[in-house]
T-cell receptor, first 115, second 115 residues
Framework: DTGVSQNPRHKITKRGQNVTFRCDPISEHNRLYWYRQTLGQGPEFLTYFQNEAQLEKSRLLSDRFSAERPKGSFSTLEIQRTEQGDSAMYLCASRSPGQGWSPLHFGNGTRLTVT | AQSVAQPEDQVNVAEGNPLTVKCTYS??????LFWYVQYPNRGLQFLLKYITGDNLVKGSYGFEAEFNKSQTSFHLKKPSALVSDSALYFCAVRDGTGGGNKLTFGTGTQLKVEL
């Protein structure tokens, strides 16, 4: 178990630019989540994948946001035409299949700063 | 919609004293409840969960939580606090809407343990 890996750790970009983040989940985990966390707040759900299928998207996810999980392994989150309000920590999490509700395992996040 | 409330932004406790971090929840149906801890610039780490069974749940690092259905609470406790327990703590509930695949987090409680 090497944990959930997120890259890059930090990203500084100018307003209007596009950015892409990558998440590598724990290998046997088929469920993958993206959350966003701003200072002083708890993580807010963005989207959920089961294998390669994106099964749920938050209303927080505007048309500028898109996420993919080709082949059901790693996932990418792209933000187009970034805005200052997009500045946040973007967290990826994964969990295993099976009975019961296995806990989410989080990566260390990608901190985005839009200037 | 499911929600959790963490009424205290910060809890201060002396090392060696017992600690309690409060959480109340609102759900339709049976609650699936979780506690996570977050250290600076890191992702969230799972501490414990309640799905069914005993109302007192034991978790990592000596933490436990007590599920109280009548009070709709799920307070996190530890008999003897350590300075290293200082961190940000999040309560979360499984959100039954949209398929019940995601967690909804509270706003967090900063725990400060002092010598």
């Amino acid at each position: 178990d090497t944990g959930v890996s997120q890259n890059p750790r930090h990203k500084i970009t100018k307003r209007g630019q596009n950015v892409t983040f990558r998440c590598d989940p724990i290998s046997e985990h088929n469920r993958l989540y993206w959350y966003r966390q701003t200072l002083g707040q708890g993580p807010e759900f963005l989207t959920y994948f089961q294998n390669e299928a994106q099964l749920e998207k938050s209303r927080l996810l505007s048309d500028r946001f898109s996420a993919e999980r080709p082949k059901g392994s790693f996932s990418t989150l792209e933000i187009q035409r970034t805005e200052q309000g997009d500045s946040a920590m973007y967290l990826c999490a994964s969990r295993s299949p099976g009975q019961g509700w296995s806990p989410l395992h989080f990566g260390n996040g990608t901190r985005l700063t839009v200037t | 919609a499911q929600s959790v409330a963490q009424p205290e932004d910060q809890v201060n406790v002396a090392e060696g004293n017992p600690l309690t971090v409060k959480c109340t929840y609102s759900v339709s149906g049976n609650p699936y409840l979780f506690w996570y801890v977050q250290y600076p610039n890191r992702g969230l780490q799972f501490l414990l969960k309640y799905i069914t069974g005993d109302n007192l749940v034991k978790g990592s690092y000596g933490f436990e939580a007590e599920f109280n259905k009548s009070q709709t609470s799920f307070h996190l406790k530890k008999p003897s606090a350590l300075v290293s327990d200082s961190a940000l703590y999040f309560c979360a509930v499984r959100d039954g809407t949209g398929g019940g695949n995601k967690l909804t987090f509270g706003t967090g409680t900063q725990l400060k343990v002092e010598l």
